[in-house]
């Protein structure tokens, strides 16, 4: 862990008033409520004014309980709510509303000082002709303060939340004493014109996206997980009232023209203009102040994450509390483009947009947390549940959509993007998320429901239990494995290392390891298994007994043919072992030159037909459904399926040749029926195949003392073929179905 951030997590020193209520109240009370709120109810009417601060508060609320929950369930460090959303979603979601909240923060600074510009020029009209001029002023003395250090800017807010307190006590005084019934009726319909209810959320909702300018600050709170919870809600909670009296007094204040052409409607109303004007400088300038805190802050996490390598250089701290200097630099210059580009108007749908999706990220976070039972989640805040979480997220992105959905469908493709960008990536975070613990949850359910399901022969599917050995000794055993089980089945690479447990522990580790690495490097659909047995015979009855988890229980087991005739009791026993267990054997034979060449590709595919000879349903079943699997991939696709069948006599020809048609028919498999009258079948079979993809073959398990008989007919019949498979069906599943 870097120096810095340790210095900073001794050097946390604000509790929840200053850390997060303070300012919380101060970016919520600013530049919108004292410029923007007389047009919203001008627009709107007093009733929908009401119902669009409630909304917004109802969804910024929502968010807070989400907010408030995270927080309580994780020790948090510095970036706020990008810092909560990766460690619960995960770096991809994390990382794609990292560089979105940001931005949003860095933009907020150039709406709030933008917002003071107005008021400033309002006051001293002198100055209408050099308002870029003050505002970059305005946005480089932000910049000073910030720079200089968080300690010092929030003690300046105390002295603008004073102020603030002293302009609203003004506003209440002036707006009692001229309040006018006839005007608060007049202002109760909506006269929209050009706008509409959404366009008026969009253009308030900024006003109310402040409560994460404490969360902003997690890094230099001394209790974080306390302090969150209460200052926020806290802060929602107290603004909301002030909203909702100031949209009560202002309407009946104020005709309707005032509020809808005048910015500075509160100014007129109050008893003492001049702290109204103090209060918008205050509060606008407070809110810059804020954002300009948080949004490096957030930056500085995003970068020690190590997300993006080039960003690397943004993470570095500054001092005992670690302050970052280097994205305080950028959140300027970004601040400063927007100045120089945009307006007021333009820039509130822009951050409407941007805060909507970081909340309903925030809210899906805590949402998937809970809704996944997820045993680490174990928040302390208690007023809470999954469905408020979930009201939140779906409110966030509806509203999206209402307000302007090509920005909503842009936004949302945007965060795609990066997300996609991050998950290609494959950035290794050293955290854990709830993706796994989904996913986890959703098998769970699938799992029991399956185990509650009665089993169909017609549902089969190969689960094979390939014993491959330590992979690399049998890649193309592995490979042939996973073309059998692509998209369709389930494969696992086992492998049987003979030994005692206790002395073979870190080997059998080793070796897990390994056949992991070897899955990956293969890009093979596969699961690992390593079991350590006293013999090769009682590996291969544990891990056929025993691996699998319910339903999933391994109905094939693969393995590669012996080649030395000694070993053949050996090799019958295990045969019998594994028939006897009700699952299904396929033996892999590979004798040809290409196939025994280490050096070349096990992917290759050999040219020439899938060679199926069939004796019987018995085992033809399987043989039949294991050569149209094998088909299904695109590299086998070309290879023709060839349905073969010796006969001793040309009189049954066709008759047989109908019966094989009619198999093809009703299984639907597409086969070229070939029968072959001769008595000499181990020779028909070398010389019908000898230029065969695969030749498939079947056999019967042998019975004890009969093994060498056995090995020897089946290498007859093999011969010098390259590739051969041998299948034995122990039932469980059905061709024509």
């Given at each position: 862990?870097?120096?810095?951030r340790?210095?900073?997590?001794?050097?946390?020193?604000?509790g929840?008033?200053?850390?997060?209520?303070?300012?919380?109240?101060?970016?919520?009370?600013?530049?919108i409520?004292?410029?923007?709120?007389?047009?919203v109810?001008?627009?709107?009417?007093?009733?929908?004014?009401?119902?669009?601060v409630?909304?917004a508060?109802g969804?910024?609320?929502l968010t807070?309980l989400?907010?408030?929950?995270?927080?309580?369930?994780t020790?948090?460090q510095g970036?706020g709510?990008?810092y909560l959303?990766s460690?619960?979603?995960?770096v991809e979601f994390?990382?794609a509303?990292?560089?979105?909240?940001?931005?949003a923060?860095?933009?907020?600074v150039?709406?709030?000082l933008?917002?003071?510009?107005?008021?400033?020029?309002?006051t001293?009209?002198?100055l209408a002709?050099?308002?870029t001029?003050?505002?970059t002023?305005v946005?480089?003395?932000?910049?000073?303060?910030?720079?200089?250090g968080?300690g010092w800017?929030?003690?300046?807010q105390?002295?603008?939340l004073?102020?603030?307190?002293l302009a609203?006590?003004?506003?209440?005084v002036?707006?009692g004493?001229?309040?006018?019934?006839?005007?608060?009726?007049?202002?109760?319909?909506?006269?929209?014109?050009?706008?509409?209810?959404?366009?008026?959320?969009?253009?308030?909702?900024?006003?109310?996206?402040?409560?994460?300018?404490g969360?902003?600050?997690?890094?230099?709170?001394?209790?974080p997980a306390?302090?969150?919870?209460?200052?926020?809600?806290?802060a929602?909670?107290?603004?909301?009232l002030?909203?909702?009296?100031l949209?009560?007094?202002?309407?009946?204040?104020?005709?309707r023209?005032e509020?809808?052409g005048n910015?500075l409607a509160?100014?007129?109303?109050?008893?003492?203009?001049?702290?109204?004007?103090a209060g918008?400088?205050?509060?606008t300038?407070?809110?810059g102040?804020?954002s300009?805190?948080?949004?490096?802050?957030?930056?500085?996490?995003?970068?020690?994450?190590?997300?993006?390598?080039w960003?690397?250089f943004?993470?570095a701290?500054?001092?005992?509390?670690?302050?970052p200097?280097?994205?305080?630099?950028l959140?300027f210059?970004?601040?400063?483009?927007?100045?120089?580009?945009?307006?007021?108007?333009?820039?509130?749908?822009?951050?409407?947009?941007?805060?909507?999706?970081?909340?309903?990220?925030?809210?899906?976070?805590?949402?998937l947390?809970?809704?996944?039972?997820?045993?680490?989640?174990?928040?302390?805040?208690?007023?809470?549940?999954w469905?408020?979480?979930?009201?939140?997220?779906?409110?966030c992105?509806?509203?999206?959509?209402?307000?302007?959905?090509?920005?909503a469908?842009v936004?949302?493709a945007?965060?795609?993007?990066?997300?996609?960008?991050?998950?290609?990536r494959?950035?290794?975070?050293?955290?854990?998320d709830?993706?796994s613990?989904?996913?986890l949850?959703?098998?769970?359910?699938?799992?029991?429901r399956?185990?509650?399901?009665r089993?169909?022969?017609?549902?089969?599917?190969?689960?094979i239990?390939a014993?491959?050995?330590s992979?690399?000794?049998?890649?193309?055993?592995?490979?042939f494995?996973n073309?059998?089980?692509?998209?369709?089945?389930i494969l696992?690479?086992?492998q049987?290392?003979?030994?005692e447990?206790?002395?073979?522990?870190?080997r059998?580790a080793?070796?897990?390891?390994?056949?992991?690495?070897?899955?990956?490097?293969?890009?093979?659909?596969?699961?690992?298994?390593v079991?350590?047995a006293?013999?090769?015979?009682?590996?291969?009855?544990?891990?056929?007994?025993?691996?699998?988890?319910?339903?999933l229980?391994?109905?094939?087991?693969?393995?590669?043919?012996?080649s030395?005739p000694?070993r053949v009791?050996?090799?019958?026993?295990?045969?019998?072992?594994?028939a006897?267990?009700?699952?299904?054997?396929?033996?892999?034979?590979l004798?040809?030159?290409?196939?025994?060449?280490?050096?070349?590709?096990?992917?290759e595919?050999?040219?020439?037909s899938?060679?199926?000879?069939?004796?019987?349903?018995?085992?033809?079943?399987l043989?039949?459904m294991l050569?149209h699997?094998?088909?299904?991939?695109?590299?086998?696709?070309t290879?023709?399926i060839r349905?073969?069948?010796?006969?001793?006599?040309?009189?049954?020809?066709?008759?047989?040749?109908?019966?094989?048609?009619?198999?093809?028919?009703?299984s639907?498999?597409?086969?070229?029926?070939v029968v072959?009258?001769?008595?000499?079948i181990?020779?028909?079979?070398?010389?019908?195949?000898?230029?065969?993809?695969?030749?498939i073959?079947?056999?019967?398990p042998?019975?004890?003392g009969?093994?060498?008989?056995?090995?020897?007919?089946m290498?007859r019949?093999?011969?010098?073929?390259?590739r051969?498979l041998?299948v034995?069906n122990?039932?469980?599943m059905?061709?024509?179905?």
């Amino acid at each position: 862990m870097p120096k810095n951030r340790d210095s900073r997590s001794s050097a946390r020193r604000f509790g929840t008033f200053g850390g997060v209520f303070t300012p919380c109240t101060l970016t919520i009370l600013g530049v919108i409520m004292f410029l923007r709120l007389g047009q919203v109810i001008g627009h709107s009417g007093v009733w929908l004014a009401a119902a669009i601060v409630l909304a917004a508060a109802g969804i910024t609320m929502l968010t807070s309980l989400s907010l408030s929950a995270i927080a309580t369930n994780t020790r948090v460090q510095g970036g706020g709510a990008y810092y909560l959303i990766s460690r619960s979603l995960g770096v991809e979601f994390g990382g794609a509303i990292g560089i979105v909240f940001y931005l949003a923060q860095a933009i907020a600074v150039s709406l709030y000082l933008i917002g003071f510009t107005e008021a400033l020029v309002d006051t001293f009209p002198i100055l209408a002709d050099r308002f870029t001029t003050v505002a970059t002023l305005v946005n480089a003395a932000a910049f000073l303060c910030v720079f200089i250090g968080a300690g010092w800017t929030i003690r300046v807010q105390y002295g603008i939340l004073a102020l603030l307190g002293l302009a609203l006590a003004s506003f209440y005084v002036g707006a009692g004493l001229s309040f006018r019934m006839e005007w608060f009726q007049a202002n109760t319909e909506p006269q929209f014109g050009n706008e509409s209810f959404f366009t008026m959320f969009a253009l308030f909702f900024p006003a109310v996206t402040g409560i994460m300018a404490g969360a902003n600050m997690s890094g230099d709170l001394r209790d974080p997980a306390r302090s969150i919870p209460q200052g926020t809600l806290a802060a929602v909670g107290m603004t909301t009232l002030i909203y909702l009296s100031l949209a009560f007094l202002l309407a009946g204040s104020c005709p309707r023209g005032e509020l809808i052409g005048n910015t500075l409607a509160l100014k007129e109303t109050s008893w003492a203009p001049v702290l109204i004007t103090a209060g918008v400088f205050a509060a606008t300038l407070s809110s810059g102040l804020g954002s300009m805190m948080g949004a490096p802050r957030i930056l500085q996490a995003f970068a020690r994450d190590d997300v993006f390598p080039w960003l690397r250089f943004l993470g570095a701290g500054s001092g005992a509390s670690s302050e970052p200097r280097r994205a305080i630099v950028l959140t300027f210059l970004i601040s400063q483009a927007c100045i120089l580009l945009g307006d007021l108007n333009a820039i509130a749908p822009i951050l409407t947009m941007a805060f909507m999706l970081t909340y309903a990220t925030l809210n899906l976070a805590s949402f998937l947390e809970s809704i996944t039972a997820n045993p680490s989640y174990r928040p302390t805040f208690r007023y809470y549940h999954w469905s408020l979480s979930l009201l939140g997220a779906i409110a966030c992105v509806a509203v999206m959509f209402l307000i302007q959905p090509v920005m909503a469908a842009v936004s949302i493709a945007g965060v795609i993007g990066i997300y996609q960008l991050i998950g290609y990536r494959e950035i290794q975070s050293n955290w854990g998320d709830l993706t796994s613990g989904a996913i986890l949850q959703r098998i769970r359910q699938n799992l029991l429901r399956l185990e509650m399901e009665r089993y169909h022969p017609k549902n089969w599917r190969p689960i094979i239990l390939a014993l491959s050995g330590s992979a690399w000794s049998r890649t193309r055993l592995a490979v042939f494995a996973n073309w059998l089980t692509g998209r369709r089945g389930i494969l696992t690479l086992a492998q049987v290392i003979e030994g005692e447990t206790e002395e073979l522990l870190e080997r059998r580790a080793a070796q897990q390891a390994l056949l992991r690495k070897f899955i990956v490097e293969q890009e093979l659909e596969a699961f690992p298994a390593v079991v350590v047995a006293p013999s090769l015979s009682e590996g291969i009855e544990a891990l056929v007994q025993c691996h699998g988890l319910g339903a999933l229980w391994p109905n094939t087991v693969l393995l590669g043919w012996l080649s030395d005739p000694e070993r053949v009791e050996s090799l019958g026993a295990t045969l019998r072992l594994i028939a006897g267990l009700k699952r299904s054997v396929l033996a892999m034979r590979l004798c040809g030159p290409e196939e025994l060449d280490e050096d070349s590709d096990p992917w290759e595919v050999p040219f020439g037909s899938i060679d199926v000879w069939w004796r019987g349903m018995k085992n033809g079943d399987l043989m039949l459904m294991l050569a149209h699997l094998l088909q299904q991939n695109p590299a086998w696709r070309t290879r023709p399926i060839r349905l073969l069948r010796v006969i001793g006599s040309e009189a049954g020809r066709e008759e047989v040749l109908r019966n094989m048609a009619h198999i093809a028919n009703t299984s639907r498999i597409q086969v070229d029926p070939v029968v072959i009258v001769s008595e000499d079948i181990a020779g028909t079979i070398q010389q019908t195949s000898q230029y065969a993809a695969l030749v498939i073959l079947g056999f019967e398990p042998p019975i004890p003392g009969k093994e060498l008989v056995f090995y020897e007919v089946m290498e007859r019949f093999a011969g010098n073929l390259p590739r051969v498979l041998m299948v034995y069906n122990a039932g469980g599943m059905l061709l024509e179905s």
